[in-house]
């Protein structure tokens, strides 16, 4: 059974431009999640989706913003770049709570 | 609102003693609670997780945690440690609706041969 697989694994970007990651869920899984890993502030929250609905966001600006298609498939933007938004970029897919949630490997983004 | 409280952020240990890494939960509902492990440079694995079935409960790799409603704990442990055990270690849990996770701020643990 195929794990999470997220796209592309690394990043260089600019500060002010946009970029968008990719992230395709284990086969069967509803539920799409992306987390912000940093040194400073650890792993926070940006969003979850199930069934191409976002059903929870976390306190992160606008300019991060997602959407999940049909195929569960889920991308993540995030526009404007700030030399802050350099970090793991983690996605996680759940066949529900009590199954836990299973992570990809991460995109790492640097911000230069 | 939920939380978790790792309370080492290094815990380091010889091969083939015992692991106890510690971590205290806050919720205002009966909590699902988690253990990811993270190599370095790698995503997180999930290690174990507590979903109000058994309080002890067993996971991957030798690794057990025990839920006490009483004391508000969630500790993980390992009879013996093993140099592949070096890591860094996140308690978790997660809202009542399972759509959002909140980590603590993770446990290094270093194993010395």
């Known amino acids: 059974k195929a794990g999470v697989t997220q796209t592309p694994r690394y990043l260089i970007k600019t500060r002010g431009q946009q970029v968008t990651l990719s992230c395709s869920p284990i086969?069967?899984?509803?539920?799409v999640s992306w987390y912000q890993q940093t040194p400073g502030q650890g792993l926070q929250f940006l969003f979850e989706?199930?069934?191409?609905?976002?059903?929870n966001k976390g306190n992160f600006p606008g300019r991060f913003s997602g959407r999940q298609f049909s195929n569960s498939r889920s991308e993540m933007n995030v526009s404007t770049l700030e030399l802050g938004d350099s970090a793991l970029y983690l996605c996680?897919?759940?066949?529900?709570?009590?199954?836990?949630?299973?992570f990809g490997s991460g995109t790492r983004l640097t911000v230069v | 609102a939920q939380s978790v409280t790792q309370l080492d952020s290094h815990v380091s240990v010889s091969e083939g003693t015992p692991v106890l890494l510690r971590c205290n939960y806050s919720?205002?509902?009966?909590?699902?609670l988690f253990w990811y492990v993270q190599h370095p440079n790698k995503g997180l694995q999930l290690l174990l997780k507590?979903?109000?079935?058994?309080?002890l409960v067993k996971g991957i790799n030798g690794f057990e945690a025990e839920f006490k409603k009483s004391e508000t704990s969630f500790h993980l442990t390992k009879p013996s440690a093993h140099m592949s055990d070096a890591a860094e270690y996140f308690c978790?849990?997660?809202?009542?609706?399972?759509?959002?996770?909140?980590f603590g701020a993770g446990t290094i643990l270093r194993v010395k041969s």
């Open positions: 996680a897919s759940s066949g529900g709570t009590a199954n836990g949630y299973t």
């Open positions: 086969s069967g899984h509803r539920s």
């Open positions: 989706y199930f069934s191409e609905t976002q059903r």
């Open positions: 919720s205002s509902y009966s909590p699902s």
């Open positions: 507590y979903t109000s079935a058994a309080t």
């Open positions: 978790v849990v997660s809202d009542r609706g399972g759509t959002k996770l909140v």
